[in-house]
């Protein structure tokens, strides 16, 4: 009886199973990239649905070699006394690379019991085959099929799998280039510099000895992707990841250099190693050193002459203002605001020169940037500057329009925009107001009186206090010129440390270290190890940078050795700061993921910034 009831409930949760599961959804997943002459794999995949198995698209470039290969798989799972099931059916169609280009692969449909369901289109590259002799890639048709994703692992020694074993590391196999956007450039247009690094080997450990410097521009850090992509280069097919990328705005006009960077470099080869019965391959580390390439750019000056009004606006501008409150009154402070608003080098704009009529004055304009990179290309946002007037005459007056003039390089021509002057009428305020009238008193009013000047002169002379005599008054005078000569210190030099930056960032450099450390343990507790060690870098360059006064394109390691010694850091605590940065780099293209790694790293970072903070500045 047991064994029967036990059947009944098996046969009920299989009848229920299938109404708790969840929405049939049918998805392409596509390969990332793959070689001319290579095999790869289309699958289609459809979620809780049954259907029959689709046609095999037809692809430009291709060539159909079988499929559909199914495979089913199930899974349940009870949450909270609620069950959910999934049933995933995947169809995999094997083709081959024939030519190489872009192909996009159709949308497909298959009919369910519940209707229709439609995969969407996508497209992936077939890059051409190696023009050198050794082929293709040991894990390129492996890793076209799986993609790429994670930190740099860039596959083996060369395209075929063989190993280069103690032989000479060509120059085409490793190799680091700085590749701009664009060959040519207005001074202020936008230009992006990529750095990357082209490999077939495997990375253990990928030290930047000496970064590229971007000398004659500003620069905006953009985000980078921590992963790897197949891509061809000179003909060859490479494992390439992209080191740095830089929004950069030329300062200057004529041919822009970007210096050769050094790179200290461990890869990894594989020798055969002869078993007797079999032969297999064992990894075999080597040092080796690289640099950039000395990528150049050419910028062009502005046309000349520059209409009146231009302050070094580039790009696609709107102008308009504003006055808050629209009604003003004498003696009572407005904002009026000068608002820019567009897509180039909106950050670097200068305030405009608006000139207000006299019986209004106004005080040190206050400019806010509201700015992002938009596309990955330029720079999109709001620059507006609030003037604080304050009316001193009642009257109509008239705010003449300051234009915005700027230079759009898509056209090559100036713009100008004019920006329409603003009528403003100013009231009397509360600070004018006339003294009131004494009004005559309605004589049933008994309990209210005028108040008249007392003329009372019957009291004694000698019965007066004089308050000029009293020590207690003198007290007090000497107390308030103290504070007020307290006060003229304090101000001067809030004014001295708002003007030295670099003493401020000195000064602030330990807060602002410790509140990136608290961000990367955060990191660290969420498991996510690569920003962990991402936010763990960015703290200590940052702090290195405030704490030793060293611009951000100067940070490389010989500077900061450099910089610490001159400081006053002894050997061993500037030996520690080294290690933990190049421990952060190295974890960029080495598997350091584990709790206990990522606790040690933290605990050195927290204690080479303690023992920078702790060292006494050496006197010159």
């Known amino acids: ?30 390969p990332r990239t793959v070689i001319q002459g290579r095999n790869f794999a289309l699958t289609y995949r459809l979620v809780n649905a049954e259907a029959n198995a689709p046609s095999a698209p037809e692809l430009d470039g291709c060539s159909l070699l079988f499929g559909p290969a199914v495979s089913t798989m199930h899974s349940t799972e009870i949450i909270n006394g609620r069950i959910s099931t999934t049933r995933t059916v995947d169809y995999t169609y094997t083709y081959r690379a024939e030519q190489p280009g872009t ?57 075929n799998g063989n190993n280069g074993g103690s032989g000479r590391v060509s120059a085409d196999d490793l190799m680091v280039r700085v590749f701009f956007s664009k060959n040519t450039v207005y001074e202020q247009e936008p230009v992006v510099a990529t750095i ?23 620069t905006e850090e953009l985000p980078v992707a921590a992963e790897t992509t197949l891509e061809n280069f ?90 808050d409150p629209e009604l003003l009154r004498t003696n009572e402070a407005a904002t009026y605001s000068y608002i820019i608003e567009g897509t180039g080098n909106i950050k670097y704009l200068s305030e405009p020169a608006v000139e207000f009529p006299t019986g209004i004055e106004s005080y040190t304009p206050h400019a806010e940037i509201d700015a992002r990179v938009v596309g990955g290309t330029n720079m999109r946002g709001t620059y507006k500057t609030d003037f604080t007037i304050v009316p001193q005459e009642v009257g109509n007056f008239t705010i003449a329009g300051t234009p915005l003039v700027y230079f759009n390089p898509e056209s090559g021509q100036y713009h100008t925009i004019d920006v329409p002057a603003m009528d403003v009428r100013v009231l009397r305020g509360t600070g004018d107001a006339a003294v009131p009238q004494q009004n005559n008193l309605d004589a049933t009013i008994d309990d209210i009186f005028h108040i008249h000047a007392s003329t ?165």
Request: aromatic share 8%; charged share 20%.
């Open 1 to 30: 009886m047991t064994k029967r009831r036990f059947i009944i409930f098996i046969l009920m949760l299989v009848a229920v199973l299938p109404a708790f599961a969840d929405g049939a959804s049918f998805t392409l997943v596509p």
């Open 103 to 159: 192909v996009t692969v159709p949308e497909l449909s298959v009919r369910t019991a519940d209707g229709t369901l439609r995969s969407r289109s996508a497209s992936f590259e077939i890059l051409p085959a190696d023009n050198a002799g050794s082929g293709q890639s040991a894990s390129s048709s492996g890793s076209s099929q799986s993609g790429h994703s994670g930190r740099p692992n860039p596959g083996k020694a060369d395209s």
């Open 196 to 218: 990357k690094v082209y490999t077939r080997y495997d990375i253990s450990s990928f030290i930047a000895r000496v970064q590229p410097a971007f000398e004659g521009f500003l």
């Open 234 to 323: 000179n003909g060859r097919n490479y494992h390439c990841a992209v080191l740095k990328k830089l929004l950069l705005y030329p300062q200057r006009s004529g041919r822009l250099e970007v210096n050769t960077g050094r790179y200290d470099v461990t890869i990894v080869e594989y020798e055969t190693v002869n078993m007797g019965f079999f032969r297999t391959q064992r990894p075999v580390e080597r040092d080796v050193t690289t640099t950039s390439n000395a990528a150049a750019i050419t910028v062009k000056p502005l046309p000349a002459p520059a209409p009146a009004g231009f302050a070094g606006a580039v790009g696609s501008f709107t102008a308009r203002t504003q006055l």
């Open 456 to 620: 009372d002169r019957s009291a004694s002379e000698s019965e007066a206090h004089y308050v000029v005599g009293n020590g207690l008054y003198w007290l007090t005078y000497l107390l308030l010129a103290v504070i007020l000569v307290g006060i003229i210190i304090v101000y001067r030099r809030s004014i001295r440390l708002r003007a030295d930056v670099s003493g401020r960032k000195l000064a602030k450099a330990g807060r602002t270290a410790t509140k990136r450390l608290k961000k990367a343990a955060t990191l660290m507790k969420a498991g996510k190890s690569e920003e962990f060690y991402a936010a763990t870098a960015s703290a200590l360059w940052g702090y290195i940078s405030d704490k030793l006064s060293i611009a951000p394109s100067q940070l490389t390691r010989e500077n900061v050795a450099g910089k610490l010694a001159d400081y006053g850091i002894d050997e061993a605590a500037a030996a520690k700061v080294m290690d933990v940065l190049d421990n952060c780099e190295m974890a960029r293209f080495t598997p350091m993921g584990s709790d206990s790694q990522m606790n040690a790293l933290y605990d050195e970072a927290a204690a080479a910034i303690a023992a920078i903070e702790n060292s006494k500045k050496r006197s010159k």
